[in-house]
C-alpha cells in the first residue's frame, strides 16, 4: 500500500466541542463518531448539544437549522445590511478564539 492510499483509508471522526472564546478552555465535548457524519447530526447525537444545554453557541456553517449562532450570508445580487457585516466581523473574532480550541485539542491527541 502507497502512502497516499493509506492516508485515504485512514479513518477519522467527527468531534463535537464547545470552548470559551475569552479563557480558550475546552468545556464540552461530544462523544466522537464516524468521520462521515454530518456535522448537524454529530452535534446532536454526539450528547454535545444536550451538554451545552441553553447557552449561546457559535459555530461556522456547518450547522444550518441547529439554533446555533451563524455567519449571516448574502442572497445572490443582495448586499448585507451595516448591522450584520458587523454582527460577522464579530463573529469571526470569536470563532478564531474558538478555532484555538480546536487546535490545542488537536495538538493534544498528537503528543497523548
Same mark, same amino acid.
Do not use: I
Given at each position: 500500500m502507497t502512502a497516499d492510499q493509506e492516508? *485515504? &483509508? !485512514? &479513518? &477519522?471522526? !467527527?468531534? &463535537?466541542? *464547545? %470552548?470559551? !472564546?475569552?479563557? *480558550? +478552555? =475546552? +468545556? =464540552? =465535548? %461530544? +462523544?466522537?463518531l464516524p468521520g462521515n457524519r454530518n456535522d448537524c447530526k454529530a452535534w446532536e447525537k454526539s450528547g454535545a448539544k444536550a451538554a451545552v444545554g441553553e447557552a449561546m453557541t457559535t459555530a461556522d456553517g456547518g450547522y444550518p437549522g441547529t439554533g446555533l449562532v451563524m455567519l449571516h450570508r448574502r442572497r445572490k445580487g443582495e448586499d448585507l445590511p451595516v448591522w450584520k457585516q458587523a454582527h460577522n466581523k464579530t463573529h469571526k473574532q470569536v470563532r478564531a478564539r474558538v478555532e484555538h480550541v480546536f487546535a490545542r485539542l488537536h495538538n493534544l491527541s498528537l503528543t497523548g
Amino acid at each position: 500500500m502507497t502512502a497516499d492510499q493509506e492516508k *485515504r &483509508s !485512514a &479513518s &477519522s471522526c !467527527a468531534l &463535537s466541542a *464547545r %470552548g470559551t !472564546a475569552d479563557t *480558550r +478552555l =475546552v +468545556l =464540552v =465535548v %461530544g +462523544l466522537p463518531l464516524p468521520g462521515n457524519r454530518n456535522d448537524c447530526k454529530a452535534w446532536e447525537k454526539s450528547g454535545a448539544k444536550a451538554a451545552v444545554g441553553e447557552a449561546m453557541t457559535t459555530a461556522d456553517g456547518g450547522y444550518p437549522g441547529t439554533g446555533l449562532v451563524m455567519l449571516h450570508r448574502r442572497r445572490k445580487g443582495e448586499d448585507l445590511p451595516v448591522w450584520k457585516q458587523a454582527h460577522n466581523k464579530t463573529h469571526k473574532q470569536v470563532r478564531a478564539r474558538v478555532e484555538h480550541v480546536f487546535a490545542r485539542l488537536h495538538n493534544l491527541s498528537l503528543t497523548g
